[in-house]
């Protein structure tokens, strides 16, 4: 299967800071990424999904200004949590799809907001 | 719209017994059904999917699903438990075959296997 890479795994920040996560496809052209949340033993909740060169689509419920995707090239997608709560401390998975392609999972971001 | 429940969000099994996950969907277009992996804080890996053609698909690591429409149902089995096989699983629905639409995910099984 394709390869993803999202970095960084883990990562602790202050609250009131911002984190960047990234997500990239390795060995394909990503037409269409996901970013999904994960809460301690539940399910993938979906928060947006962006095309290449456009706006993404927020789930409802999710704050655009509060999660930033930029979706900038078809290898890069970054979600950017601004101003980060303690509640914001979550599982966060990227998912790249191509054409015709079934979704690639990255290996998550575990962020703790201290 | 489309919906995955999956039955039991905890399965033990002892290892080298059957391994049974259930999966039933909803959706009002022909489905298209997938089966992940999820290791502790690791992303999700595809076991297996459902597209059309042979409804009894086999995945990795010895796993099979059988896609039932009479029953609307995509259960995961595997005939006998390695300790290796406990993870989470989640089922999951699209309405197209390949990743372009959102998937459906299910709350999840979290399967364990004793020794």
């Known amino acids: 299967g394709a390869v993803v890479s999202q970095h960084p795994s883990r990562v602790i920040c202050k609250s009131g800071t911002s984190v960047k996560i990234e997500c990239r496809s390795l060995?394909?052209?990503?037409?269409?990424m996901f970013w999904y949340r994960q809460f301690p033993k539940k399910s993938l909740m979906l928060m947006a999904t962006s095309n290449e060169g456009s706006k993404a689509t927020y789930e409802q419920g999710v704050e655009k200004d509060k999660f930033l995707i930029n979706h900038a090239s078809l290898t890069l997608s970054t979600l950017t949590v601004t101003s980060a709560h303690p509640e914001d401390s979550s599982f966060y998975i990227c998912?790249?799809?191509?054409?015709?392609?079934?979704?690639?999972f990255g290996q998550g971001t575990r962020l703790t907001v201290v | 719209a489309q919906s995955v429940t999956q039955l039991g969000s905890h399965v033990s099994v002892s290892e080298g017994a059957l391994v049974l996950l259930r999966c039933n969907y909803s959706?009002?277009?022909?489905?298209?059904l997938f089966w992940y992996v999820q290791y502790p804080n690791q992303g999700l890996q595809l076991l297996l999917k459902?597209?059309?053609?042979?409804?009894l698909v086999k995945g990795i690591n010895g796993f099979e699903a059988e896609f039932k429409k009479s029953e609307t149902s995509f259960h995961l089995t595997k005939p006998s438990a390695h300790m290796s096989d406990a993870a989470e699983y989640f089922c999951a629905v699209s309405d197209r075959p390949s990743g372009t639409y959102k998937y459906i995910f299910g709350t999840g099984t979290r399967l364990k296997v004793l020794a």
């Open positions: 959706s009002s277009v022909p489905p298209y």
């Open positions: 060995d394909f052209q990503a037409t269409t």
């Open positions: 998912s790249l799809t191509g054409l015709n392609t079934e979704a690639f």
């Open positions: 459902y597209t059309t053609g042979a409804t």
